[in-house]
Nanobody, 126 residues
Framework: QVQLVESGGGLVQAGGSLRLSCAMS????????MGWFRQAPGKEREFVAGINWWSGDSTDYADSVKGRFTISRDNAKNTVALLMNSLKPEDTAVYYC??????????????????WGQGTQVTVSS
């Protein structure tokens, strides 16, 4: 069984940076695209960033984070990271990583992701 475990969340002041990491363990099913989502209190879970299979040379971002966040993957280590710069209070949420098995291209649709981590809290103070 595949497990995804996020880490790196925390409390940061507005304008600061955090780097989230997601580690996968267990049997994975190649190919697989990866993504990051977030859910703020009282709001629906939303797409943040996605990356394609293997090369990681194709990425996509929500408009709200474009130019501030960067997603990357390390296939040798089975990890995916999200570097978050210029953080804003509205970025406060629980952040989840997810895997879209069988998908090579970037995936924005939440329903395409079949395995999810438990989430990591990111809090940005003003």
């Amino acid at each position: 069984q595949v497990q995804l475990v996020e880490s790196g969340g925390g409390l940061v002041q507005a304008g600061g940076s955090l780097r989230l990491s997601c580690a996968m363990s267990g049997r994975t099913f190649s190919p697989y695209a990866m993504g990051w989502f977030r859910q703020a209190p009282g709001k629906e879970r939303e797409f943040v960033a996605g990356i394609n299979w293997w090369s990681g040379d194709s990425t996509d971002y929500a408009d709200s984070v474009k130019g501030r966040f960067t997603i990357s993957r390390d296939n040798a280590k089975n990890t995916v990271a999200l570097l978050m710069n210029s953080l804003k209070p509205e970025d406060t949420a629980v952040y989840y990583c997810a895997a879209a098995w069988g998908r090579r291209t970037v995936v924005r649709v939440m329903g395409e992701y079949k395995n999810w981590g438990q989430g990591t809290q990111v809090t940005v103070s003003s």
